[in-house]
């Protein structure tokens, strides 16, 4: 009897759908306009799968519908009088691997309407069909079901509408198109002293600091309190010389304009330990990648002064891979012999003069870095210090550089092993030739995280890549900042002064496509979306290392790397990073102790629309009433007990610092 009735009361309900529906329109998805969806690799394509293969999933073609990639979004407009949503659902047959795994989701006036479930490459097509009663806004989603986006690509096969008053319609919601917005306030006309509290050299080595310091120019610097064997030029704010004697040393320097002058205490530790703070500067990868030129390292020096980024802290201009001779290379320009029959490591043909680069650039009173790996060929072929670390590392001193990063990429083939023991080796190798040098390097370890280098890496380095590439992850759903972001930030426990955890480069203004060693392009990242990532890097005091185009850094770009707040909290002498309070899959809030027992906090939105996200103050050991400022806008916003709240856009931060801040 029960199946009886049911049977009978589906049947009516099947049948009043399907009159009801008679009357209705009918559209489907590939014939709307597909600009507003956004998709994690490639584009949405109709008809065909994302890398324009015939629709399939699992056996089935299928004629109609859209391939797409995880992670993708697309907003539709209803208005509240259409039917029904209808799909099929699936991994395209293409996508040919075993790792291809997505969800698909749709909601529905933010209500989650339906998820299909983690699908794989090779099964057969979900089933989708909603009902789009009362809802005004639509959102397809595909994420990568939480283990990275490789070879996710997806399809929205016969998706079909039906409606019965106006037709869908796809659009950009309002919060994703953002317009460039300056939250950093101009610095003032007066000297402001800005930089790092803090800096480490060891005694006898050269010493080199330019201090970095905003206001109108000229500005006529001095300084109280220098340890023997330094002088600072007044004119250009440039310390040089040496310190023989170990010790601690704390100076104070100033800087007077027409407009006022300004003071700052600086502590110089004469002794074991190198970046005391996290290393700040350029480096080449992503925007020059095999393109890069004396030429363009020394237009890369000249744009940190003349930006002003210098006045902020950035220090070090890095040439990345490809400035060595390329084993087996035809190129005239970087082929030929790789060493000097010595052994003696050649650079190619775009740097002639290594010395007389790095002269350059120490004139202007920064830094210089380099790369090379401990295998025999670099990740782009080119020739490495395997066998060679000795000498290599006292070429690299003689050519008067002052940061090293070392990439184990094919080192892999000799390295005999993979246990921790094989894993260090190379590092302790190359930190033991630079301990023996009469020159101050910093060492930066690129292992991409094996062994979990954050456990050892301060053995053998001052700071160590915690992941993969930056430019190479997709995210899923988010920016890949935040995924590797977040990965790095669980290591919080192992940073400390002298040894970082490196999250990667700061990818954002033009920056080259990572996959195919592409032509800088503006990023796609919105505004909020960079200011989450350096608030995110700076909590984490991760080394501060922009990676895009010197050249084309517009008032955006400098507003986002050049906030003396923001930096202050990575520069911090206390060296903590910040522990993770909280993450969700729509929030996340670190916070980051500092010297003078504030906190800075970042309260990060990871979801699609704004919402709020709250810190309580027993969260980080504070009570009653406390100050917070908002160090975007470096604005006092007031009093607030037991906690703080506010609303944060879309992929956006609230970053604040908590309690009364010692100047
Ligand atoms: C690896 C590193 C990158 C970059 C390239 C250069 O992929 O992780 O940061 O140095 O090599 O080839």
Redesign the pocket.
């Known amino acids: 009897m029960n199946n009886v009735r049911s049977l009978l009361g589906l049947g009516l309900a099947t049948l009043a759908m399907a009159s009801m529906e008679a009357g209705a329109a009918s559209v489907r998805l590939d014939e709307l306009d597909l600009g507003p969806m956004s998709c994690g690799w490639g584009q949405p394509r109709k008809n065909k799968s994302v890398t324009q293969k015939p629709l399939a999933i699992g056996s089935q073609a299928f004629a109609n519908g859209v391939g797409t990639h995880a992670g993708s979004e697309c907003w539709v407009a209803l208005d509240g009088q259409a039917r029904t949503f209808s799909a099929k659902v699936g991994v395209d047959a293409a996508a040919g691997s075993d790792r291809a795994s997505v969800e698909f989701m749709l909601l529905g006036n933010d209500v989650e309407l339906w998820r299909s479930g983690v699908c794989k490459w090779k099964e057969a097509p979900r089933d989708c069909r909603v009902s789009l009663a009362g809802i005004t806004n639509l959102l397809l989603v595909v994420t990568d079901a939480d283990d990275g986006s490789g070879w996710d690509h997806a399809d929205w096969a016969d998706a079909v509408f039906e409606f019965n008053g106006q037709p869908p319609k796809t659009f950009r919601p309002k919060f994703s198109l953002e317009e460039p917005f300056l939250l950093t306030p101009a610095a003032p006309a007066q000297p402001r002293i800005n930089g790092p509290k803090v800096y480490g050299v060891r005694p006898g080595s050269p010493f080199l600091y330019r201090i970095p310091c905003t206001g109108q120019r000229p500005v006529t610097f001095s300084a109280q309190g220098l340890p023997e064997g330094l002088a600072l030029d007044p004119a250009t704010g440039i310390i040089t010389g040496q310190v023989a004697k170990a010790g601690t040393y704390q100076a104070t320097l100033a800087a007077r304009n027409a407009q006022g002058q300004a003071h700052r205490e600086f502590r110089i530790v004469v002794g074991k330990t190198l970046a005391l703070t996290p290393p700040m500067g350029w480096?080449s990868?992503y925007i020059h990648?095999n393109r890069v030129t004396d030429k363009v390292m020394r237009q890369a020096a000249d744009q940190m002064i003349a930006t002003g980024m210098a006045d902020y802290g950035y220090q070090y201009v890095n040439i990345?891979?490809?400035w060595m001779v390329k084993v087996n290379s035809k190129d005239p320009m970087i082929g030929g012999p790789t060493r000097e029959p010595n052994g003696r490591l050649l650079s190619n043909k775009h740097f002639p003069d290594m010395k007389a680069m790095t002269d350059y650039i120490h004139a202007k009173g920064l830094k210089a870095g380099t790369?090379i790996g401990p295998g025999p060929e670099?990740?782009?072929g080119y020739e490495a210090s395997y066998g060679h670390e000795a000498q290599d590392a006292r070429t690299f001193a003689e050519w008067g550089f002052d940061f090293l990063?070392y990439?184990w990429?094919s080192y892999t083939s000799k390295a005999g092993g993979n246990t921790l023991a094989h894993l260090k080796k190379p590092y302790q190798l190359m930190w033991g030739e630079l301990l023996k040098l009469d020159r101050d390097i910093v060492f930066n370890l690129?292992q991409?995280g094996m062994g979990e280098v954050w456990k050892w890496g301060a053995e053998v380095g001052h700071c160590w890549?915690t992941t993969?590439?930056l430019?190479?992850e997709s995210g899923g759903g988010l920016p890949g900042f935040y995924k590797i972001g977040f990965s790095n930030a669980a290591h919080w426990d192992y940073a400390k002064p002298g040894a970082w955890n490196d999250p990667?480069?700061i990818l954002i203004g033009w920056v080259g496509n990572a996959s195919g060693m592409g032509e800088g392009v503006p990023t796609n990242l919105t505004p909020n979306e960079q200011y989450s990532y350096m608030s995110l890097w700076s909590l984490m005091a991760a080394p501060l290392i922009f990676s895009g185009d010197m050249a084309k850094l517009d008032d955006f770009t400098l507003n986002v790397l050049c906030n003396h707040e923001v930096i202050e909290v990575d520069q911090d002498p206390l060296g903590k990073q910040a522990l993770v309070l909280r993450r969700t899959k729509t929030e996340a809030v670190l916070a980051k102790p500092m010297e003078d027992g504030t906190w800075a906090v970042g309260l990060f939105n990871l979801g699609r629309a704004p919402s709020k996200v709250a810190v309580a103050w027993q969260e980080i050991s504070l009570k009653g009433n406390q100050k917070v400022r908002d160090l975007w806008r470096q604005k006092d916003l007031g009093t607030f007990q037991d906690g703080f709240e506010c609303e944060v856009p879309r992929h956006g931060v609230s970053f604040v610092r908590v309690g009364t801040i010692k100047p």
């Open positions: 480096n990868w990648y990345d891979d490809c790369y670099t990740c782009a990063k990439d990429c690129c991409y890549r993969g590439d430019g190479l990667d480069y």
